[in-house]
């Protein structure tokens, strides 16, 4: 008892607290880097398709047969550029865990950096951070919305210390910053423009201004971002679609039960999410309640706050092609609502235990994190084994009968570890995309192997659509007893074929 006592007290004048903060960051790479491989669901795609964009950039002949760049600049470069950049020196692996603890690193940065300066005499509310530097876009995969949060965070810290004094002057700094925004995620680059604009407005009112000045600072800095955004709709129709809503009692409980944390939902997750979800949730309730009262700076972060709770109420999951939009918006909300308990002077001791409780909640779900990566790994390390005789310029069909979602991609590391064309890349087919399958070289045709985890194909009819032969064909997780009839034709399809490496998970066949 006296030991936490003693450590609350330190934590509470703010003793240590930054060295116990970089040790608690750097605890949540264990994950990323204790294993061979970091497998999220849509990662192994995003990093197949980096080596493709490197490859593209090189002039490879072979790449270019089955897909080309997009010549109009698209909302989602950054990642695949960053994990290109360091495939040209380093291993597919490496680029992986450089993107992922790039993610995590700035995160932990721009969240210190901005709380600090919000609460300067309580240090210890930055430790709040902790659960956003492993969330559920990570373990989802979705690089460039991870890699989107520590620009928001910036521009959020730039628009609260930018000077009003300078108004004349074009916000160089502030247009870089969201324009940047732009190339790594559209839906941030909207969030961080809506709330850049409401903090102008409200600090320049607050500071005795009309708010125009705060208003024309916001504008001009996002006026790059927004001419891109339009031509991107413009351009793409497609991205228009149509739109879905998650239930909304289902909303309600993700607002305790952790989950903008809870991706994957492992045993014990869903608990360790709830504990570090749930205290912040009814403590931010407790300040939207009754914290108006307060100055305009805690008013700007609780309407921040609010606005964020009403778009994650209100708005839907789908829409304009992207999906799983409601998640990514509550993690906006459990973002906006830790910085307004930081800015608001929340009760001193009421704030310090849900500090205390947030990061044992995070700990316990980041030692549930580094478990199933290692446990992940261990599957795509098999699967690359099984794979390794397929060299460059291979043209591979890859068939998953897993029932576990989080496999589906994992054939994308057979092409993100050599200059070989893996016939799922469903990334490709995304308007926002990069990368683009191109049109005579798409694998639609030959049947539903993208969409089920029970394919049924037809192997030479790719060749017969673009002439382009398929050289292997990879089973991973077929069933060994009582196959489908679906199974049982594609083998006799492929039972001429050399069996080239199998075990008990994957299958390799490789055509004479």
């Known amino acids: 008892m006296a030991v936490a006592f003693s450590f609350l007290s330190d934590m509470r004048a703010g003793a240590g607290a930054k060295l116990l903060y970089w040790l ?27 080596r493709i964009l490197l490859d593209l950039v090189r002039g490879d002949e072979f790449t270019g047969r089955f897909f080309a760049l997009h010549t109009w600049p698209e909302p989602y470069w950054t990642g695949p550029v960053i994990m290109a950049a360091v495939m040209s020196v380093a291993p597919a692996w490496v680029a992986e865990k450089a993107v992922f603890s790039l993610a995590v690193i700035a995160v932990a940065w721009s969240y210190r950096r901005l709380a600090v300066s919000l609460a ?21 995969g979705f690089i460039n919305f991870s890699l989107s949060l520590p620009l928001l965070l910036m521009a959020l810290h730039h628009a609260w210390h930018q000077p009003f004094v300078s108004a004349r002057g074009y ?47 916001a504008v001009l800095a996002a006026v790059p971002g927004i001419c891109l955004s339009l031509a991107y709709w413009l351009m793409h129709p497609t991205a228009r679609g149509g739109a879905t ?43 939207l309640i009754g914290g108006w009262k307060k100055d305009w700076a805690v008013r700007t972060w609780l309407l921040l706050a609010a606005c964020a709770l009403v778009a994650f109420l209100v708005l839907p999951d789908v829409a304009a092609g992207g999906s799983s939009a409601s998640p990514r918006a509550l993690l906006f909300f459990m973002l906006l609502v830790s910085l307004a308990i930081t800015a608001s002077g929340a009760h001193g001791t009421l704030a ?48 998953n009968y897993s029932g576990n979602w989080v496999h589906s991609n994992l054939s994308s590391y057979i092409a993100a570890t050599r200059n070989a064309t893996v016939l799922d890349n469903f990334v490709a087919l995304a308007p926002f995309s990069p990368v683009q399958w191109r049109p005579e070289s798409l694998p639609l045709g030959i049947g539903d192997f993208a969409t089920s985890n029970a394919p049924c194909v037809r192997v030479r009819e790719y060749e017969r659509l ?11 997780k077929s069933p060994a007893e009582s196959p489908d009839s679906c199974t049982t034709s594609t083998l006799e399809q492929v039972s001429a074929w050399h069996r080239a490496a199998e075990s008990g998970d994957a299958l390799l066949f490789v055509q004479p």
Do not use: K
Request: negative net charge; contains cysteine; aromatic residues 12%.
């Open 24 to 50: 608690l960051a750097a605890l949540h790479l264990w994950p990323i880097w204790g294993s061979a491989w970091f497998v999220t669901v849509d990662g192994p795609c995003h990093l197949a398709n980096a």
């Open 120 to 140: 300067p005499e309580r240090p210890w509310l930055s430790f709040l951070a902790m659960p956003f530097l492993l969330h559920y876009a990570v373990a989802m």
């Open 171 to 217: 916000p160089t700094r502030m247009a870089l910053i969201l324009t940047l925004l732009f190339f790594t995620h559209l839906t941030s680059f909207m969030a961080a423009g809506a709330c850049v604009a409401l903090i102008l407005l409200l600090r320049d009112r607050g500071e005795g201004g009309s708010g125009l000045s705060g208003l024309r600072i």
């Open 245 to 287: 809503w998650v239930p909304l009692d289902d909303r309600l409980a993700w607002l305790v039960n952790g989950r903008a944390y809870n991706a994957l939902g492992v045993d014990g997750e869903f608990y360790a999410s709830a504990m570090t979800a749930a205290p912040v949730a009814f403590l931010g309730a407790w300040l």
């Open 352 to 399: 310090l235990v849900t500090v205390t409780i947030v990061i044992a909640g995070d700990i316990w779900h980041t030692t549930l994190q580094a478990r199933t990566a290692r446990a992940l790994s261990s599957e795509a390390t098999a699967l690359l084994e099984v794979a390794a005789p397929i060299g460059d310029a291979a043209v591979v069909l890859p068939l």
């Open 466 to 476: 673009t002439g382009v032969p398929i050289t292997h064909v990879f089973f991973w």
